[in-house]
């Protein structure tokens, strides 16, 4: 089975935007796109959008969007482009979802669909769906960008379905926390793994910052290094309690240096490399951890 394509979050979104009609609010809080990205960020505690009730939510993401009538009427036309292209290069091609089964298992089948939303994040992905956000500042300014970001969503959303899980945030000491690196580095690594080739034959990796240092031997070693002594950190010390010193170092692996993306795709790049494409993607099934190992060799 493809994965589903659902625009119609962005399609009452547009509408919103033009007329100012708040009952397109009121119809967007309704759909099932609004509820993936609610629950994702309910989930994840995103302590910056509104979470108590849908219209709220999706009332917080499109004024914050949107803002005055001159503003909505600036963007218009960028959003209603990035929809255009959505369709046509991404949904109609199916390009995203034919790379990233290439770095699931074979046979493996999408359950899940892919939303076209505004506002929320750039892209998530929560149980067997994903979500882009179409008017999200990068692909303002550049809409083939989408491709890349829906082929990592894609794959996210394939490889929740199979490994069955999502991460919890509910960390007690540092051998949950190694448990969660490894799990995030492993999701993060393959997801931005996943579009590479494509970014090299499109010469796309000097756009997106996770890949230019993904190209640049220099900064990769030194965040390889970073990220290890991050990672033995928590791994070495499983006993110990958690503390608010150890989350601000997890903030180094994700917002602030990103190496759960940057390091995690060398890590897979390197697996595929030395041991193949199946034994990369059938580390998938396997707990996180292996994925590390098979790195270390």
Not at 14 to 37: P, Q, V
Not at 76 to 105: D, F, M, R, S, W
Not at 166 to 171: R, T
Request: proline residues 4%; hydrophobic residues 40%.
């Amino acid at each position: 089975m493809s994965i589903a394509y659902d625009f119609t979050f962005a399609e009452l979104a547009i509408e919103y935007f033009t007329t100012g009609d708040n009952d397109f609010i009121k119809r967007i809080a309704a759909l099932d796109a609004t509820k993936h990205i609610l629950n994702h960020a309910v989930h994840f505690g995103n302590n910056f959008v509104p979470t108590t009730s849908a219209h709220e939510f999706v009332e917080f993401l499109l004024t914050s969007i949107a803002g005055p009538a001159e503003k909505r009427h600036q963007i218009l036309p960028k959003v209603t482009e990035n929809l255009a292209y959505a369709k046509k290069n991404i949904a109609e091609t199916a390009i995203a979802e034919n790379i990233a089964l290439q770095y699931l298992p074979k046979g493996f089948t999408f359950l899940g669909t892919l939303y076209f939303t505004c506002g929320y994040d750039i892209g998530v992905a929560f149980g067997n769906n994903c979500s882009l956000n179409i008017a999200h500042p990068i692909f303002l300014r550049d809409k083939t960008e989408m491709k890349y970001y829906a082929i990592h969503e894609i794959h996210h959303a394939g490889f929740i379905e199979l490994s069955g899980t999502m991460p919890s945030l509910d960390i007690p000491d540092r051998k949950s926390m190694a448990t969660l690196i490894e799990y995030l580095t492993f999701l993060e690594g393959m997801g931005t793994y996943a579009p590479l080739d494509l970014r090299l034959q499109d010469n796309a990796t000097d756009v997106d910052s996770d890949y230019v240092a993904l190209c640049d031997p220099a900064v990769l070693n030194s965040l390889v290094c970073e990220y290890f002594d991050i990672y033995h950190y928590f791994a070495d010390n499983p006993d110990k309690a958690i503390t608010e010193d150890d989350w601000r170092k997890i903030s180094i692996l994700s917002d602030e240096k990103r190496l759960w993306y940057i390091v995690g795709a060398f890590m897979a790049w390197t697996i595929d490399k030395r041991l193949g494409r199946d034994f990369l993607t059938d580390l998938i099934t396997q707990p996180p951890k292996r994925f590390i190992t098979s790195y270390l060799g």
